[in-house]
C-alpha cells in the first residue's frame, strides 16, 4: 500500500544534526497518520507521500522547516526562589512567554546559579538543521476514528479513553514525545 492522506505510516528513523552527530537512534518507530495532521514534520510526509514500504531515504530539513530559528528573547533569567526544588539542569516547565501570553511556552532549565535560573522556551531542536534516516516499514489505511481525531490509535499511537474530550492541535507535544524526545 503506498502512502498517501489518511494512511497510517510506521517509519525506522535516526535523528541527525548535519553535523552527523546522532541525536536520537529512533528505538521505536515513529507511527503517524499522513496527510497534513502535523503529527510530524511537514517535510517528512512531502518525502515519503506516494512512498511504499522499504522505501528508505535521508532528508535533511532546515531550522525554518522543522523547530525554527533560535529565539534570544525566548530566554529568561527567574529568582531560584520561584521554581520547585529540586531542581536540574534539563527540567522543563510549562510557561508563559512575554508576547505570547494566549500559548504556554515550555520552558527548559539551562543554567542553575545559586539565586537565579537560566530558563530556554526554545524547543530543544530549535535553530538546528535536522538529518532524518528513514525507513519505511509499514503502511495502513486508517480508521474512520483515527482520521476524525486526526492522530493514530494503537500500538504505538494515542492513547486514550473514547468520548473524552480531545485535546488536539498539540503537535508541539506530538514532537516532543515522539519522534524527538
Ligand atoms: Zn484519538
Known amino acids: 500500500m503506498k502512502i498517501a492522506q489518511n494512511t497510517v505510516v510506521s517509519v525506522n528513523y535516526k535523528l541527525s544534526d548535519a553535523q552527523n552527530n546522532l541525536i536520537e537512534d529512533g528505538a521505536q518507530p515513529m507511527v503517524y497518520l499522513h496527510g497534513g495532521y502535523e503529527n510530524t514534520l511537514p517535510k517528512i510526509e512531502e ?48 510557561g508563559v512567554a512575554e508576547g505570547a501570553e494566549d500559548e504556554p511556552t515550555i520552558f527548559t532549565v539551562t543554567e542553575i546559579a545559586d539565586d537565579k535560573v537560566v530558563l530556554d522556551g526554545n524547543h530543544p531542536l530549535a535553530g538546528m538543521a535536522l538529518r532524518f534516516d528513514l525507513s519505511v516499514i509499514d503502511v ?41 524526545n
Open 140 to 180: 495502513r489505511a486508517a480508521t474512520d476514528e483515527e482520521i476524525q481525531h486526526g492522530h493514530v490509535h494503537g500500538a504505538h499511537g494515542h492513547d486514550h479513553g473514547h468520548g473524552d474530550d480531545e485535546d488536539d492541535g498539540d503537535a508541539g507535544d506530538h514532537f516532543r514525545s515522539q519522534p524527538l
Open 47 to 94: 518525502e515519503l507521500d506516494g512512498k511504499d514500504v522499504g522505501y528508505t531515504s535521508t532528508i535533511q530539513i532546515e531550522p525554518e522547516d522543522a523547530f525554527g530559528d533560535y529565539d534570544p528573547n525566548l530566554v529568561k533569567v527567574e529568582e531560584r526562589k520561584r521554581l520547585p526544588e529540586p531542581l536540574e539542569v534539563g527540567m522543563q516547565f510549562e
